[in-house]
């Protein structure tokens, strides 16, 4: 059995051959999102012509899919034309294989649970910051969607209401407090040299910036005060590369769990495990599932 997994981003297109082992032939495009969604499946379809012999192909996705049908139910302006896509059909229709299509998120979810940090754990929350914050609800080894496939969009939580004035979706959210995009925001306020995470955390001896580090991991926490509250999930998993500062992930671990109550102390806060490909893993094991049906 041969798979192949692609995962497509805002910047860039992965692929891989999962030969129900390891994944090999490892490829990288760019996506040209600008360039508006009929491109971009373009795109894909010449990467995947670059693969022979496989039987069902799996797609992980920016956007929210519709995972009846394999449709873009919705992407935002980064991809232009992208919102309606039927992914699932036109490349079936090519390759006339299976085909499963999924967000991005979700699939990295799914990776995590097959394969990385959520094995043993058919219940826990995924969560990735970067750009945005990106989330995932996995209950009983299975996504939950929602009614519109939106299910997970925690970026949304409103954490400082303070400064809504309703004119803005986002504004005082989740993703405009917490996410990478936020802290850069943050200390470019306090040196406009310090554009990227990398840069920041170097600086992190100075105590005007590490006052915007820690208030910035305030502002994470919140967020997963307020999911554990609600879910009561036994595991939380934290991805993006940021994740891989350990003083980030000590500080939520201890300030998490010093805000919760003791019935719910007892969620575990880890790392992703499988970064990069965790998208990819998780389209495999859609595609996997569509194999099966079909035996």
């Known amino acids: 059995m041969k798979i192949v997994a692609v995962d497509i981003g805002g910047t860039a297109i992965k692929a891989g051959l999962w030969d129900g082992t390891e994944l090999t032939d490892m490829k990288e495009w760019d996506t040209e999102a600008s360039q508006g969604g009929a491109h971009l499946m373009e ?63 979700n699939s990295a979810a799914l990776g995590e649970l097959h ?12 969560l990735t910051y970067g750009t945005g914050v990106g989330g995932c609800i996995i209950i009983n080894g299975q996504v939950y969607s929602g009614a519109s496939f939106s299910a997970g969009s925690f970026g949304g939580i409103v954490i400082h209401p303070e400064v809504k004035n309703g004119t803005d979706t986002l504004e005082g959210c989740y993703e405009r407090c917490a996410s990478t995009t936020a802290l850069v925001k943050r200390a470019k306020a306090v ?30 926490c919140t967020g997963l005060v307020t999911l554990t509250s609600v879910f009561n999930p036994s595991r939380i998993i934290l991805g993006g590369g940021v994740m891989a ?23 575990e ?4 495990k499988l970064g990069n490909t965790a998208g990819l893993m998780g389209a495999v094991s859609l595609a996997e599932k569509l194999l099966d049906k079909e035996k």
């Open 269 to 272: 806060i880890v790392p992703a």
């Open 115 to 126: 394969s990385g940090a959520g094995v043993g754990y058919p219940d826990f929350l995924c």
């Open 43 to 105: 795109r894909v379809m010449q990467l995947l012509h670059t693969y022979s012999g496989f039987d069902a192909i799996g797609i992980s996705t920016a956007g929210e899919v519709n995972t009846n049908n394999g449709t873009i139910f919705y992407a935002n302006s980064n991809i232009p034309g992208y919102t309606g896509m039927p992914v699932r059909d036109i490349i079936k229709n090519e390759f006339h294989v299976p085909v499963a299509v999924e967000n991005d998120v």
């Open 191 to 220: 040196d406009e040299t310090l554009d990227n995470g990398r840069k920041i955390f170097d600086a992190m001896e100075r105590p005007e910036i590490k006052a915007v580090i820690d208030d910035w991991i305030g502002d994470i």
């Open 245 to 267: 500062q350990s003083y980030v992930l000590a500080q939520i671990k201890s300030r998490v769990k010093a805000q919760l109550s003791p019935g719910l102390s007892h969620v």
